[in-house]
């Protein structure tokens, strides 16, 4: 069965850091993997999608996760933290059904 | 185009009632997603449609089912409310299946159980 463990409930850093977020999945098959964004009253946004095509996934607003098989990880990265990246970030991991990590909140302090 | 739109937004409910919520997908979308979000729990998936048809369902009992309208809009229904069921519900559309595609999420219906 597959699961998706997102490590860090919580992570804060300071604007202009490096914004590191970890997710590690467990799949039977090659799984399409996400991240999705929520900002506070809303719903979830898509941040990025691997489908296999590329290792390295670029998404909106400077997020960019490199998914590696080996590690079983899908880690997302942005080289520079703004104060407007505060939010909840979702790993999610499907081949059938879509499964979601717990979530991340991250904090931004200035 | 028109985002996801869900109604109602906030609900209070008596432990034992029962409720509908509804989702309008984006305009061409086949597939709607129900999930329920918690603080504990985090988000879970309740079911899917596509096209009609429940393509795929979640871990949750009985009393949360689902329906799917030729237009694609969606119902979701729960019987016997309990304390638990207390969560922001969000509903997603997508172009194609939920597990490959994109996902659009709604702005949620919050439930408030007493």
Not at chain 1, 45 to 69: C, H, M, P, R
Not at chain 2, 3 to 17: A, D, E, S
């Amino acid at each position: 069965a597959q699961s998706v463990t997102q490590l860090g409930s919580h992570v804060s850093v300071s604007e202009g850091a490096l914004v590191l977020l970890r997710c590690n999945y467990s799949s039977s098959v090659p799984p399409y993997l996400f991240w999705y964004v929520q900002y506070p009253n809303q719903g979830l946004q898509l941040l990025l999608k691997y489908t296999s095509a590329a290792t390295l996934v670029k998404g909106i607003n400077g997020f960019e996760a490199e998914f590696k098989k080996s590690e079983t990880s899908f880690h997302l990265t942005k080289p520079s933290a703004h104060m407007s990246d505060a939010a909840e970030y979702f790993c999610a991991v499907s081949d059938d059904k879509i499964i979601f990590g717990k979530g991340t909140r991250l904090h931004i302090l200035p | 185009k028109a985002g996801v739109t869900q109604t109602p937004r906030y609900l209070i409910k008596t432990r034992g009632q029962q409720v509908t919520l509804s989702c309008s997908p984006i305009s061409g979308h086949r597939s709607v997603s129900w999930y329920q979000q918690t603080p504990g729990q985090g988000l879970q998936f309740l079911f899917e449609y596509f096209s009609e048809t429940q393509r795929n369902k979640g871990n949750f009992p009985g009393r949360f089912s689902g329906r799917q309208f030729s237009n694609s809009r969606s119902e979701m229904n729960v019987s016997t409310l309990e304390l638990g069921d207390s969560a922001l519900y969000l509903c997603a559309s997508s172009s194609g299946t939920a597990s490959s595609y994109e996902q659009y999420f709604g702005p949620g219906t919050r439930l408030t159980v007493t």
